[in-house]
């Protein structure tokens, strides 16, 4: 009885795990010692839980950006390093400002990340290291602007189509 009340919750948590790829996909993401990141916070003191699901829908954008354009067989392993998100938290602005994140150009995102991709017989086809950090980024064109991650987002996507976009082979 007890370990029936135990499944939800432990299918849960490995759901929620933000060191795993979505379940069937070609793209696997890893954060390597997230802890250590310069700024994936959810507030000015953080929480694991706000990190984690930070984490996760990095993850999820980058293995959804990343789908179309890996040829058929073919697999994407992304290792960050260090991320930093857009923005910071002021809290010397007042009370209730420490979990509002301010975002101006002069906290710019960044990323820091390997990556490689190999073909189905495990061979690497297309690998890099990079360290990407935008200091235009409130210059771009995003589609939702409600979206805490937009400019992330947007990043991430750029570089997925410039690195990953002439991979495809008959």
Request: charged share 30%; proline share 7%.
């Amino acid at each position: 009885m007890k370990t029936l009340r135990l499944l939800p919750a432990l299918l849960g948590l490995a759901a929620a795990s933000p060191l795993l790829a979505a379940p069937n996909s070609r793209t696997v993401v890893i954060f390597d010692h997230p802890e250590n990141f310069s700024d994936v916070r959810d507030g000015y003191f953080p929480s694991d839980k706000g990190r984690e699901a930070i984490l996760s829908e990095i993850r999820d954008d980058v293995v959804d950006c990343t789908r179309h354009l890996l040829p058929q067989g073919d697999t994407l392993k992304v290792t960050f390093t260090d991320i930093h998100l857009a923005g910071d938290f002021r809290p010397d602005r007042g009370p209730g400002w420490d979990e509002v994140r301010i975002v101006k150009d002069i906290y710019p995102p960044s990323f820091k990340f390997s990556w490689a991709v190999s073909d189905p017989s495990g061979h690497v086809v297309k690998q890099g290291s990079e360290d990407i950090r935008d200091l235009n980024f409130q210059y771009r064109m995003t589609l939702d602007v409600t979206d805490p991650l937009r400019y992330e987002k947007a990043i991430l996507n750029d570089w997925a189509r410039e690195s990953l976009g002439s991979l495809k082979r008959s």
